[in-house]
């Protein structure tokens, strides 16, 4: 990860500078009139020859100006009347996208508040991501040189103190990031389980549960996904205690005992469809069939390591989906967790099926004051909001509202999509208490409507992340590749509304 420094302002003698730049104004000018003044005016000339107006998502890049400087970028953050911690964010993730050449980078943040100044460090760090672990032969000079970002702001302290609430959300994000990008034939459901027991040095508690555990249990519905595989199922269990007494906001309690907030995430770390298989083209994307339950584990670990003041559980279903003698067959009828019995139609509508034992025993053990999982459900989502924003489904009209609010504000984008009981009509079984798909009509709201059948009447929101766990190209704060979506989505959520 980007190494982030932060100093008092002052004039850098050597490597390359990042200005953020406001428009229409010269609260920011002050922040790099020195530096002008010591390249005779390079900086100054070269903008207004750019036409550089300090517009959101404007960017300059001047070579070689003088006073020592390899390289000066300019970055537009718009009126500062209407900066965002958003906005910052984005602004640092498109002036280090210009920068990867370079060893060191400071920034002139002098004009920034301490939290914009430090908003703006998390989306350099954030856009600097990059998975090479299996890049064996890239020469060195084709490789990204920057490891060094520098911060200079005006009151080191206040930004340091909030830089450190963000850097473990960019932990988190990383984390997830490479999860999702680990190839099937090493992220295994039990590799996956070992690597979130290794997150115990952040201070949370992780039950691992075996296929034994499973099957005394009786978690036929995901037992039956991977039936296929040779690689044997997990569900694990992250705990995060941080409440103490005090029970965060909007807390809720129960015999005395604070009742914690739920996260549970769809890890299937290889969809082949199973009997039912999927087309060849395209199939090497299934690796990331497991982002739901990577963004749990990233949130889980970013609550920890910022020592949220909540206390939550994460709990993931980790199975790999394969075709074999003994996989599961369309025309099944299996037994969940809850007792009831699902007819089986396409096995490449497994998902759900995980989903289905997890969450009735998160409702069931935990009684949490909400769940809200995470999946990469369905491409029905995908035909119906592209990859712009994810669809969501809840039966807690406040608990949606504050989603909506914490995708808005973080970037992570939601649109709220209907359940109603008409949809349940296509999941009648004649043989079952249910099918599990109902066909290709409205096929990602019959999902949320199978899945709302296993909540047994508690607050829920479902997230169906198809669209938008990987990217086919750069974004701001996203390099190509996995995206992390819904680790700062939920990290906002949770400090907006459920931390003391």
Request: charged residues 20%; contains cysteine.
């Amino acid at each position: 990860m980007l190494d982030v420094t932060i100093a008092r302002a002052s004039l850098p003698s050597s490597g390359a500078l990042l200005l953020p730049v406001e428009e229409g104004g010269s609260a920011t000018a002050a922040a790099w009139a020195g530096l002008d003044a010591a390249t005779g005016g390079a900086i100054s000339r070269a903008l207004e020859t750019a036409e550089f107006k300090g517009r959101k998502g404007q960017t300059v890049t001047i070579l070689a100006p003088g006073a020592g400087l390899s390289r000066v970028v300019a970055v537009g953050l718009g009126k500062l009347a209407d900066l965002t911690p958003l906005v910052a964010e984005e602004a640092g993730g498109a002036g280090i996208a210009l920068l990867g050449r370079e060893a060191t980078v400071a920034v002139a943040a002098e004009a920034l508040t301490p939290n914009f100044a430090a908003h703006f460090a998390l989306g350099a760090v954030l856009r600097s991501y990059r998975f090479d672990r299996y890049r064996t032969t890239e020469k060195a000079e084709d490789k990204p040189r920057l490891s060094e970002l520098t911060m200079l702001v005006a009151d080191p302290a206040a930004t340091g103190a909030a830089w450190h609430t963000l850097k473990p959300v960019a932990d988190g994000v990383f984390l997830t990031r490479d999860l999702v990008s680990e190839p099937p034939n090493v992220l295994t459901p039990p590799e996956f389980a070992e690597r979130i027991e290794a997150l115990e040095k952040l201070g949370l508690k992780v039950e691992v549960f075996g296929q034994k555990d499973l099957a005394k249990l009786g978690f036929g519905a995901m037992l039956g996904v991977s039936q296929g595989s040779a690689q044997e199922p997990r569900m694990v269990v992250m705990h995060w205690h941080g409440a103490g007494d005090h029970g965060g906001k909007g807390k809720g309690k129960k015999g005395g005992k604070t009742r914690p907030i739920a996260f549970v995430g769809k890890g299937v770390t290889f969809d082949s469809g199973g009997i039912s298989i999927k087309p060849a083209a395209g199939m090497e994307d299934m690796k990331w069939d497991m982002a739901g339950a990577g963004a749990v584990v990233g949130v889980m670990a970013a609550l920890a390591g910022r020592k949220a003041k909540v206390d939550a559980v994460g709990l993931v279903g980790l199975v790999e989906n394969m075709p074999s003698g003994t996989a599961q067959r369309p025309g099944d009828v299996v037994k969940t967790y809850s007792g009831q019995t699902v007819e089986i139609i396409n096995t490449d509508a497994e998902g759900r099926m995980v989903l289905a034992d997890v969450l009735w025993y998160c409702q069931e053990k935990f009684e949490p004051r909400f769940m809200i999982d995470l999946a990469t459900l369905t491409g029905a989502m995908m035909i119906s909001l592209g990859h712009e924003m994810a669809g969501f489904f809840s039966n807690d009209d406040t608990l949606a509202q504050q989603l909506h609010a914490a995708g808005e504000a973080s970037g992570e984008r939601l649109w709220r999509m209907p359940l109603g009981e008409a949809y349940d009509k296509h999941l009648k079984s004649d043989i079952a208490d249910m099918k599990h798909v109902g066909g290709r009509p409205a096929g990602a709201i019959t999902a949320a409507q199978f899945l709302q059948r296993f909540v047994n009447g508690k607050p829920w929101a479902h997230l169906d992340i198809a669209g938008m766990a990987w990217s086919s190209k750069d974004a701001p704060t996203v390099p190509k590749g996995a995206t992390a979506y819904g680790v700062r989505l939920l990290d906002k959520l949770v400090a907006d509304h459920f931390e003391g």
